[in-house]
C-alpha cells in the first residue's frame, strides 16, 4: 500500500476488502513508509535541506499510536544521524502541527506522505501557518525520483503487513 505507516486499514481493513473482492490468497505488503530504504531516503531529504531544525510531518491516529511510531523513529535518527533537531508532528495525533513553536526561518516542515495531496496541499500549510511557522515546507518524502525504485524493489521482496506491533516503535 502507498501508506507512510501500518494501522488498522493495512492490517484488517485492506485484507478483508481483497478477501471479499475474491482476492483471499493475496498478500497485502507493507506499506512503503515502512521500508528502511524509505527511511534512509527520509534521512537523506533532512540532511539535504540544510534546515537548522526540523519538523517531520505525518498522519498520526487518534485510535492508536502505530501510525506515530515510524516518524518518531525518524525524528530521533535524523537528529541522531544529521545533528538537525528533528520533532515530529500529527495532524491527527499530539503532539499536533498547529501546536508547534520555536522554528523561525532556518526551520523546514518535511511531510511524511506518500503525495502531495489534501493533507499536504491544504492540511499542513494550515496547521504551520496557525502555529507561526516561519520555516519552509519541503516536497513530501513521497515524491523523491527515488521512490518508484524504492517500491519496485519491496514489490520483489514481497514482505507482507506486520501483523501486530511495528517493528519501528521508538
Not at 545533528?83 to 511524511?112: K, M
Not at 499536504?120 to 496547521?127: T, Y
Request: glycine share 6%; charged share 15%.
Amino acid at each position: 500500500p502507498l501508506f507512510m505507516a501500518g494501522g488498522w486499514f493495512t492490517r484488517t481493513h485492506l485484507p478483508k476488502r481483497l478477501t471479499e473482492a475474491g482476492g483471499p490468497n493475496w498478500t497485502v505488503l507493507e506499506p512503503m513508509g515502512c521500508d528502511p530504504a524509505v527511511h534512509d531516503l527520509t534521512v537523506t531529504q533532512a540532511r539535504r535541506s540544510a534546515a537548522k531544525s526540523l519538523i517531520l510531518a505525518a498522519h498520526g491516529s487518534s485510535r492508536s499510536t502505530v501510525p506515530s511510531d515510524i516518524a518518531r523513529h525518524l525524528a530521533h535518527r535524523i537528529t541522531t544521524e544529521t545533528a538537525i533537531p528533528t520533532e515530529a508532528a500529527f495532524i491527527d495525533q499530539t503532539p499536533q502541527l498547529a501546536q508547534c513553536s520555536n522554528h523561525d526561518l532556518a526551520a523546514a516542515c518535511l511531510p511524511y506522505f506518500a503525495a502531495s495531496l489534501g493533507h499536504v496541499s491544504d492540511d499542513i500549510p494550515a496547521a504551520l501557518t496557525e502555529a507561526g511557522f516561519l520555516g519552509s515546507l519541503l516536497p513530501a518524502v513521497g515524491l523523491a525520483p527515488e521512490i518508484p525504485a524504492i517500491i519496485a524493489r519491496a514489490i520483489l521482496a514481497g514482505v507482507p503487513v506486520c501483523a501486530q506491533t511495528c517493528r519501528w516503535q521508538v
